[in-house]
């Protein structure tokens, strides 16, 4: 049972590149969620989904889209990184309204 | 109003002892309020979540101390070990809303 699953673990793009980063989880979770995390400034929700089908905007959505494959699988993509999508990523899954959050280990991204 | 205010920012302890760490929100319409543990190089765990109808919730040497009428929780550490050095995060989430708020972080040292 391996949880909440990120790749890559860490990442360097140049500016202008375009990259997707992949979570998974195999709880059977209805929700997942998107954060960037850097320093001083907590966890910030870029995207998440309710359920299967649906995605929503969170605090921080620009310059990000999402896709919620299938119930295991909610991807995150940079159609063209900027140095100030430098962060730590985190896809996190809950099972219901109000419940636990489990994280991934974390995506290290620099954009150059 | 969906702000989570945290202090201190960081917070040096001796082995032994105590340590605090305060968080304060706006929202009324929270109704959940988790605590997260996070390694270097690791996501945020749960460590220990309360509800608005207690006062207080103990789990082993954490305790998370709740204040409704002043909109303020808190997590004591008892007896703080090394192994406890970490940032610590306060988050909130309403029953309606999707989105955990977190505070932006404290990071804990317990000196040997």
């Known amino acids: 049972n391996a949880g909440v699953t990120q790749t890559p673990k860490f990442q360097v793009l140049k500016t202008g590149q375009s990259m997707t980063l992949q979570c998974a989880q195999d709880?059977?979770?209805?929700?997942m969620y998107w954060y960037r995390q850097d320093p001083g400034m907590g966890l910030r929700l870029i995207y998440y989904?309710?359920?299967?089908?649906?995605?929503d905007k969170g605090e921080v959505p620009n310059g990000y889209n999402v896709s919620r494959l299938n119930k295991r699988e909610f991807s995150l993509r940079l159609e063209s990184a900027a140095p100030s999508q430098t962060s730590v990523y985190f896809c996190?899954?809950?099972?219901?309204?109000?419940?636990?959050?489990?994280f991934g280990q974390g995506t290290r991204l620099t954009v150059v | 109003q969906q702000q989570v205010k945290q202090s201190p920012q960081s917070l040096i302890v001796q082995k032994g002892g105590i340590s605090i760490i305060n968080c304060a929100y706006e929202?009324?319409?929270?109704?959940?309020f988790p605590w997260y543990q996070q390694f270097p190089g690791k996501g945020p765990a749960l460590l220990i979540a309360?509800?608005?109808?207690?006062s207080e919730k103990k789990e082993g040497r954490f305790t998370i101390s709740f204040n409704k009428s002043a909109k303020q929780f808190s997590l004591h550490i008892m007896d703080s070990q090394p192994g406890d050095s970490a940032t610590y995060f306060c988050?909130?989430?309403?029953?309606?809303?999707?989105?955990?708020?977190f505070g932006p972080g404290t990071r804990l040292s317990v000196l040997p």
């Open positions: 709880m059977n979770h209805n929700s």
């Open positions: 996190a899954s809950i099972v219901r309204i109000n419940t636990e959050a489990f």
């Open positions: 309360i509800r608005p109808d207690v």
């Open positions: 929202n009324t319409a929270f109704d959940y």
């Open positions: 988050a909130a989430k309403g029953h309606y809303g999707q989105n955990f708020v």
């Open positions: 989904s309710a359920s299967e089908g649906t995605t």
